[in-house]
């Protein structure tokens, strides 16, 4: 009989049923971290776990490649003598990072503002020049990557006008003042601050300022030009290796100013299906754009008369030479073109039907650039074109190539220096394209032209292919179109033996369109080993890895304890077939959205613009809110636009909703966007007071009004004035469920052949039927989502599913959407009860965390040779970001110390943080002047005013006896941090070591029960010194227990109650909890099945504090630790 296991899929939640011969084997639920972490910022304020990994390792890259630069500078500045030590001393540095040296000390204390001053009119020495390129290696400026989409950096932008709000000063008024000066050096010497002088509100600030990086590259130069006068060791050889660049004619870019070029991407191309060897084909390459034209003219037919007819040669060369000429095409375009436009030509196309022509052939056609004389090229001229707009990513040598090579004049020039390819790949290889091309173009279909390819293909190099053509294309034909389920490959494979006496090496190269499929192995069991790790991390997705390596995890429980299914049913959540009209409504919208797309493309084309996806976006939205920022209120002109002053913005954080649907996206200049943060309209505008966000309010309405393209403009208006975001919470699970549906189909087709997918509506109706929903809501019949059960009877429901309900569900939902469905057929008589009794049966399985590091090889080549190097990593976060210095005053505790901006003080005990007395009574009499706190809170506009032109204006000043008033605007707090670590020895840096690893229990000498708290940071620096991670107090006797996040207890049994060798799931149930959290002395245990983490009530929630035998003791409660597989078999820890 069939073996049936039901499995019920979420983000963070398998559910599984085995059913078999009206027997349900087993039930259970296991629950998993989501693929995001929170990170303390409050409630539903979660970030990617890969996003915030991502960023953090891209900071540790990006000090670590400034450190590199600087390290290699100094190598060299000692090599040539334009530092005071030794290239020795450099490299024991480098070594040990142990260095003190009187020398290289003076030599860093010297002033490179006044050294940059003097080296463009007077002589310097060789090592005050060495410090001049050590202070610019520090600082290089804005580069522009010239070809990238929206890098040209307009006039107009923040970049040069500058940012008056934050006080940042922009390149226009530096280039004015570098005028003046000759330099940049000079200029920034000459605002200086003088020694003894003091504080000026009229000062002119040398940082917090936009420069780019030819202003370095100038001042370079001039400095260069003019010392080498004065020292020959400045040769060109020198000059090239410090600031030469590869623009400039020099064989490398200098150290100076070097840029490292982005990391190659191709490792992430698939791999074809029919060459698994080949990397997929580019969708802009020229084979690939014949190969979609003539894969889709061959599928063409019509009813004339009710009578089918296939299209002409003819007929079909002028649907080719429209789709080369046009990048998409609406289908009436097609009948008229073949003289077709008759009502009695019913076609299988419909007339507004877009069809995709070509984009490089079209376009490289186009009179602009080729013109027709594109089609009098060869096969390998239109390549070697081809690939020079795919190499070059730079416009000023792709027009100079262009007019070189191509005989184009300037304009045709600068045109097509502009020009980009489309991005993307195909599902098939070059290879794979060019062999089934040649039998498309004879009118084939593509299950017959892939068939005939692959017959070449076996052919081509033992046998002659030219002598046995014509009997391929007289018999393969046929054998394909006599088995079109696919059963024809073996056929072939017979008829290529007989005929041809080919191997089964050589019929290994047939190509077959769903051989990716038949012929894979169907294992025992789900493999784990690095390979099959790596192929589940090829899907870039943290929420669908996790899924899947909790799935085979499950899966592979299963076939131990119950033996291998024979057929798997997963629930995908999406909407049930809907009605005809449902489907229509659907369509009208998808072609709506086409329409305005292709509407958009044309202002584009005509500004200049790219068409990507992005500009597309940034265009919609820049339209949708009125040309206006929402949150600035500023406008947003065409030259500012496409330009990275100008930021596509999720309305809910990305990173906290992965909501990334049109109606959460919006634009906002960037400075106002790296101010907001992580925060959602309202978090960030609220906190500036009431005032500030009805403000913003009315702004946001005054945008959101333009209704001729986006009726629905409104409803973002409301989205983006909303306080709370629940409901994209719902969202996100429901797209990232679908896609792990999909996913887990493809991987579980490995151990079973028959896997099948269904929708999510289905479960829920045939629930209701079944009387399901009752088992565990005896009060109503709705589904409760607050018991963790709730997804081993969804799987149940898909076990017990067959294709005849879905039918029956389908035919009704299309027309009786309300329908009650009566009558309908149990999947055995007695399947509530025995459902009843199995769900009782459930021990709920939580996934905690195990691996504390992980220790990895990278490998990397240099020069030829190999290089190994040994990563050790948490698994975790070990410490909070901010950095503490200790401090201890005169009869006082020692405390941490931090600097933070003023703003960061929100309530009245805050103010006891602050270090400076004089400052903490200065805000107190600010305070008072508004008439004291408000509830406890600082009041508004304590700290800092908005002007009219919406600058802040510090409002707390210390007083300055000779010169003006010194604004506040950051100040040192003090804190209390237990158990900080230090985070480099000799420095006096402390760390909050942020979380909890363990509790230790144990029993002293005297047998008394005591605590032992041990941090994350402590747990791996044990594994790291290869310690035990739970080690017994020096006062200690004996470990009791330990206790971790997810950790799985009995309460409320004594030992003699449990019978270890036949444990009773009935008896246990009740019994059995996990540790939700726990702080010292202080441990919080939930019911294994409840999924609501705030109720502190009743059965569902046990509290332990002490370790007596009151009512929250230790003793009255006896934790019995046990350890829950992942389908719910419970075992002795």
Same mark, same amino acid.
């Given at each position: 009989?069939?073996?049936?296991?039901?499995?019920?899929?979420?983000?963070?939640?398998?559910?599984?049923?085995?059913?078999?011969?009206?027997?349900?084997?087993?039930?259970?639920?296991?629950?998993?971290? #989501?693929?995001?972490?929170?990170?303390?910022?409050?409630?539903? /304020?979660?970030?990617?776990?890969?996003?915030? &990994?991502?960023?953090?390792?891209?900071?540790?890259?990006?000090?670590?490649?400034? /450190?590199?630069?600087?390290?290699?500078?100094?190598? #060299?500045?000692?090599?040539?003598?334009?530092?005071?030590?030794?290239?020795?001393?450099?490299?024991?540095?480098?070594?040990?990072?142990?260095?003190?040296?009187?020398?290289?000390?003076?030599?860093?204390?010297?002033?490179?503002?006044?050294?940059?001053?003097?080296?463009?009119?007077?002589?310097?020495?060789?090592?005050?020049?060495?410090?001049?390129?050590?202070?610019?290696?520090?600082?290089?400026?804005?580069?522009?990557?010239?070809?990238?989409?929206?890098?040209?950096?307009?006039?107009?932008?923040?970049?040069?006008?500058?940012?008056?709000?934050?006080?940042?000063?922009?390149?226009?008024?530096?280039?004015?003042?570098?005028?003046?000066?000759?330099?940049?050096?000079?200029?920034?010497?000459?605002?200086?601050?003088?020694?003894?002088?003091?504080?000026?509100?009229?000062?002119?600030?040398?940082?917090?300022?936009?420069?780019?990086?030819?202003?370095?590259?100038?001042?370079?130069?001039?400095?260069w030009e003019f010392q080498k006068i004065y020292h020959t060791e400045l040769t060109e050889k020198l000059k090239s290796l410090f600031g030469g660049r590869k623009k400039d004619g020099y064989k490398d870019d200098g150290v100076l100013f070097h840029q490292r070029p982005l990391r190659s991407q191709k490792h992430l191309v698939g791999y074809c299906a029919f060459e698994p060897k080949k990397t997929k084909c580019k969708i802009s390459a020229i084979p690939f754009e014949l190969f979609r034209i003539y894969q889709w003219v061959n599928t063409l037919s019509y009813d004339f008369n009710g009578e089918k007819q296939e299209i002409t040669s003819e007929e079909k060369e002028k649907i080719i030479q429209l789709l080369l000429s046009k990048e998409k095409v609406a289908f009436k375009a097609i009948r008229k073109v073949i003289g077709k436009s008759e009502s009695n030509y019913q076609f299988n196309y419909k007339d507004k039907d877009t069809i995709v022509g070509t984009h490089t052939i079209s376009q490289l056609s186009n009179k602009k650039f080729f013109g027709k004389q594109w089609f009098s090229f060869s096969d390998k001229e239109q390549e070697n074109i081809w690939h020079v707009l795919s190499f070059f990513d730079d416009r000023d040598k792709l027009k100079e190539y262009a007019l070189k090579n191509w005989n184009f004049d300037d304009k045709k020039a600068t045109e097509i220096s502009k020009f980009n390819l489309k991005d993307g790949y195909s599902n098939l290889s070059r290879k794979a394209i060019n062999t089934i091309l040649p039998f498309l173009k004879q009118g084939f279909m593509y299950d017959v032209a892939v068939g005939l390819a692959g017959v070449k293909n076996v052919l081509s190099k033992e046998n002659n292919w030219a002598e046995n053509e014509q009997f391929v294309l007289d018999n393969v034909p046929e054998i394909v179109?006599?088995?079109?389920?696919?059963?024809?490959?073996?056929?072939?494979?017979?008829?290529?033996?007989?005929?041809?006496?080919?191997?089964?090496?050589?019929?290994?190269?047939?190509?077959?369109?769903?051989?990716?499929?038949?012929?894979?192995?169907?294992?025992?069991?789900?493999?784990?080993?690095?390979?099959?790790?790596?192929?589940?991390?090829?899907?870039?997705?943290?929420?669908?890895?996790?899924?899947?390596?909790?799935?085979?995890?499950?899966?592979?429980?299963?076939?131990?304890?119950?033996?291998?299914?024979?057929?798997?049913?997963?629930?995908?959540?999406?909407?049930?077939?809907?009605?005809?009209? @449902?489907?229509?409504?659907?369509?009208?919208?998808?072609?709506?959205?086409?329409?305005?797309?292709?509407?958009?493309?044309?202002?584009?084309?005509?500004?200049?613009?790219?068409?990507?996806?992005?500009?597309?976006?940034?265009?919609?939205?820049?339209?949708?809110?009125?040309?206006?920022?929402?949150?600035?209120?500023?406008?947003?002109?065409?030259?500012?636009?496409?330009?990275?002053?100008?930021?596509?913005?999720?309305?809910?954080?990305?990173?906290?909703?992965? @909501?990334?649907?049109?109606?959460?996206?919006?634009?906002?200049?960037?400075?106002?966007?790296?101010?907001?943060?992580?925060?959602?309209?309202?978090?960030?505008?609220?906190?500036?007071?009431?005032?500030?966000?009805?403000?913003?309010?009315?702004?946001?309405?005054?945008?959101?009004?333009?209704?001729?393209?986006?009726?629905?403009?409104? @409803?973002?208006?409301?989205?983006?004035?909303?306080?709370?975001?629940?409901?994209?919470?719902?969202?996100?699970?429901?797209?990232?469920?679908?896609?792990?549906?999909?996913?887990?189909?493809?991987?579980?087709?490995?151990?079973?052949?028959?896997?099948?997918?269904?929708?999510?509506?289905?479960?829920?109706?045939?629930?209701?039927?079944?009387?399901? @929903?009752?088992?565990?809501?005896?009060?109503?019949?709705?589904?409760? /989502?607050?018991?963790?059960?709730?997804?081993?009877?969804?799987?149940?429901?898909?076990?017990?599913?067959?294709?005849?309900?879905?039918?029956?569900?389908?035919?009704?939902?299309?027309?009786?959407?309300?329908?009650?469905?009566?009558?309908?057929?149990?999947?055995?008589?007695?399947?509530?009860?025995?459902?009843?009794?199995?769900?009782?049966?459930?021990?709920?399985?939580?996934?905690?965390?195990?691996?504390?590091?992980?220790?990895?090889?990278?490998?990397?080549?240099?020069?030829?040779? #190999?290089?190994?190097?040994?990563?050790?990593?948490?698994?975790?976060?070990?410490?909070?970001?901010?950095?503490?210095?200790?401090?201890?005053?005169?009869?006082?505790?020692?405390?941490?110390?931090? /600097?933070?901006?003023?703003?960061?003080?929100?309530?009245?005990?805050?103010?006891?943080?602050?270090?400076?007395?004089?400052?903490?009574?200065?805000?107190?009499?600010?305070?008072?002047?508004?008439?004291?706190?408000?509830?406890?809170?600082?009041?508004?506009?304590?700290?800092?005013?908005?002007?009219?032109?919406?600058?802040?204006?510090?409002?707390?000043?210390?007083?300055?006896?000779?010169?003006?008033?010194?604004?506040?605007?950051?100040?040192?707090?003090?804190?209390?941090?237990?158990?900080?670590?230090?985070?480099?020895?000799?420095?006096?840096?402390?760390?909050?070591? &942020?979380?909890?690893?363990?509790?230790?229990?144990?029993?002293? #000498?005297?047998?008394?029960?005591?605590?032992?708290?041990?941090?994350?940071?402590?747990?791996?620096?044990?594994?790291?010194?290869?310690?035990?991670?739970?080690?017994?107090?020096?006062?200690?006797?004996?470990?009791?227990?330990?206790?971790?996040?997810?950790?799985?207890?009995?309460?409320?049994?004594?030992?003699?109650?449990?019978?270890?060798?036949?444990?009773?799931?009935?008896?246990?149930?009740?019994?059995?909890?996990?540790?939700?959290?726990?702080?010292?002395?202080?441990?919080?245990?939930?019911?294994?099945?409840?999924?609501?983490?705030?109720?502190?009530?009743?059965?569902?929630?046990?509290?332990?504090?002490?370790?007596?035998?009151?009512?929250?003791?230790?003793?009255?409660?006896?934790?019995?630790?046990?350890?829950?597989?992942?389908?719910?078999?419970?075992?002795?820890?």
């Amino acid at each position: 009989m069939s073996k049936i296991l039901g499995l019920d899929l979420g983000t963070n939640s398998i559910g599984w049923a085995l059913v078999q011969n009206n027997i349900i084997l087993g039930m259970g639920s296991r629950i998993f971290p #989501e693929g995001v972490v929170n990170l303390g910022e409050g409630e539903g /304020r979660e970030v990617s776990k890969n996003a915030s &990994r991502t960023e953090a390792r891209g900071v540790r890259r990006q000090i670590f490649r400034r /450190r590199l630069r600087k390290r290699y500078l100094l190598k #060299e500045l000692a090599k040539h003598k334009l530092c005071p030590i030794s290239p020795d001393l450099i490299k024991y540095w480098n070594g040990t990072e142990i260095f003190k040296n009187e020398e290289l000390q003076d030599w860093f204390k010297l002033n490179p503002y006044e050294l940059r001053a003097k080296a463009i009119h007077q002589e310097i020495s060789l090592v005050e020049i060495g410090r001049i390129f050590y202070h610019i290696i520090q600082r290089r400026g804005f580069l522009s990557n010239s070809r990238s989409a929206g890098a040209d950096v307009k006039e107009t932008s923040t970049l040069f006008t500058g940012d008056a709000k934050i006080g940042k000063i922009g390149i226009s008024t530096t280039l004015e003042s570098i005028e003046k000066n000759k330099t940049l050096g000079s200029y920034l010497n000459s605002i200086q601050p003088k020694e003894n002088e003091p504080y000026s509100e009229c000062l002119e600030r040398i940082r917090n300022r936009y420069t780019t990086r030819q202003m370095y590259i100038d001042e370079f130069e001039l400095i260069w030009e003019f010392q080498k006068i004065y020292h020959t060791e400045l040769t060109e050889k020198l000059k090239s290796l410090f600031g030469g660049r590869k623009k400039d004619g020099y064989k490398d870019d200098g150290v100076l100013f070097h840029q490292r070029p982005l990391r190659s991407q191709k490792h992430l191309v698939g791999y074809c299906a029919f060459e698994p060897k080949k990397t997929k084909c580019k969708i802009s390459a020229i084979p690939f754009e014949l190969f979609r034209i003539y894969q889709w003219v061959n599928t063409l037919s019509y009813d004339f008369n009710g009578e089918k007819q296939e299209i002409t040669s003819e007929e079909k060369e002028k649907i080719i030479q429209l789709l080369l000429s046009k990048e998409k095409v609406a289908f009436k375009a097609i009948r008229k073109v073949i003289g077709k436009s008759e009502s009695n030509y019913q076609f299988n196309y419909k007339d507004k039907d877009t069809i995709v022509g070509t984009h490089t052939i079209s376009q490289l056609s186009n009179k602009k650039f080729f013109g027709k004389q594109w089609f009098s090229f060869s096969d390998k001229e239109q390549e070697n074109i081809w690939h020079v707009l795919s190499f070059f990513d730079d416009r000023d040598k792709l027009k100079e190539y262009a007019l070189k090579n191509w005989n184009f004049d300037d304009k045709k020039a600068t045109e097509i220096s502009k020009f980009n390819l489309k991005d993307g790949y195909s599902n098939l290889s070059r290879k794979a394209i060019n062999t089934i091309l040649p039998f498309l173009k004879q009118g084939f279909m593509y299950d017959v032209a892939v068939g005939l390819a692959g017959v070449k293909n076996v052919l081509s190099k033992e046998n002659n292919w030219a002598e046995n053509e014509q009997f391929v294309l007289d018999n393969v034909p046929e054998i394909v179109r006599s088995n079109i389920k696919g059963g024809y490959i073996e056929l072939l494979k017979n008829m290529l033996k007989n005929e041809f006496n080919c191997t089964d090496k050589q019929l290994e190269k047939l190509y077959h369109h769903s051989s990716s499929i038949e012929t894979e192995i169907i294992l025992d069991k789900l493999p784990v080993n690095i390979n099959a790790d790596r192929e589940i991390q090829k899907i870039k997705n943290p929420v669908v890895i996790t899924a899947l390596f909790e799935i085979r995890k499950l899966v592979n429980e299963i076939i131990t304890t119950y033996g291998k299914p024979t057929e798997i049913k997963v629930e995908l959540a999406r909407d049930l077939k809907a009605s005809k009209t @449902n489907r229509q409504e659907t369509r009208r919208r998808q072609q709506i959205l086409e329409r305005e797309n292709d509407r958009v493309k044309v202002e584009l084309e005509g500004l200049d613009q790219r068409t990507n996806h992005t500009n597309i976006l940034k265009y919609k939205l820049w339209e949708e809110c009125n040309k206006t920022c929402p949150f600035t209120g500023k406008v947003i002109t065409l030259s500012k636009l496409f330009t990275g002053e100008i930021q596509i913005e999720h309305i809910f954080p990305w990173s906290r909703s992965l @909501n990334d649907s049109f109606n959460n996206k919006t634009l906002c200049f960037a400075d106002e966007n790296r101010a907001k943060g992580n925060k959602t309209p309202y978090e960030f505008y609220s906190s500036q007071g009431l005032e500030k966000w009805e403000a913003i309010k009315l702004q946001a309405l005054s945008c959101f009004k333009t209704k001729a393209h986006y009726p629905n403009c409104y @409803n973002k208006f409301k989205h983006f004035v909303k306080q709370k975001h629940e409901e994209d919470f719902i969202s996100r699970q429901l797209n990232d469920t679908r896609y792990i549906s999909k996913e887990a189909k493809n991987y579980l087709s490995k151990i079973c052949a028959n896997v099948m997918v269904a929708p999510g509506q289905m479960t829920a109706v045939l629930r209701h039927n079944w009387g399901l @929903n009752t088992v565990l809501n005896k009060e109503q019949d709705a589904k409760t /989502r607050a018991d963790h059960r709730h997804h081993a009877i969804d799987a149940l429901v898909m076990a017990c599913a067959k294709r005849s309900h879905l039918q029956e569900l389908s035919k009704r939902n299309r027309y009786h959407k309300n329908h009650e469905l009566k009558d309908f057929p149990m999947p055995w008589q007695s399947f509530r009860m025995d459902a009843e009794t199995a769900v009782e049966q459930i021990l709920v399985s939580h996934k905690k965390q195990k691996n504390l590091i992980t220790i990895r090889t990278h490998k990397t080549k240099k020069n030829g040779v #190999e290089h190994k190097n040994l990563g050790v990593s948490a698994r975790g976060q070990l410490h909070k970001e901010s950095v503490y210095g200790k401090r201890k005053a005169p009869d006082s505790n020692e405390v941490f110390h931090i /600097r933070k901006p003023l703003e960061s003080l929100t309530t009245e005990k805050h103010l006891d943080k602050i270090v400076d007395v004089t400052v903490r009574l200065l805000i107190l009499k600010r305070v008072k002047e508004l008439g004291g706190f408000v509830k406890g809170k600082i009041p508004a506009d304590t700290f800092f005013k908005i002007d009219e032109n919406g600058i802040k204006q510090a409002q707390i000043f210390l007083p300055n006896r000779n010169g003006s008033k010194v604004p506040i605007k950051k100040i040192r707090i003090k804190e209390n941090i237990g158990g900080a670590e230090k985070l480099k020895e000799d420095i006096n840096q402390y760390v909050n070591p &942020r979380n909890n690893h363990h509790v230790l229990i144990y029993k002293d #000498e005297d047998d008394n029960l005591k605590e032992d708290v041990v941090t994350f940071w402590t747990a791996v620096e044990r594994k790291r010194q290869k310690q035990d991670v739970f080690q017994l107090p020096e006062d200690g006797k004996e470990i009791v227990t330990t206790l971790q996040i997810n950790d799985m207890f009995l309460l409320g049994l004594q030992n003699e109650q449990v019978d270890w060798d036949n444990v009773d799931a009935n008896l246990l149930k009740d019994h059995l909890y996990r540790v939700q959290k726990f702080t010292s002395g202080d441990y919080y245990f939930r019911k294994d099945k409840e999924s609501n983490l705030d109720g502190k009530l009743g059965i569902a929630f046990h509290y332990i504090k002490g370790f007596g035998t009151g009512k929250t003791g230790w003793k009255t409660f006896n934790p019995i630790k046990v350890s829950v597989n992942s389908i719910g078999i419970l075992k002795k820890y």
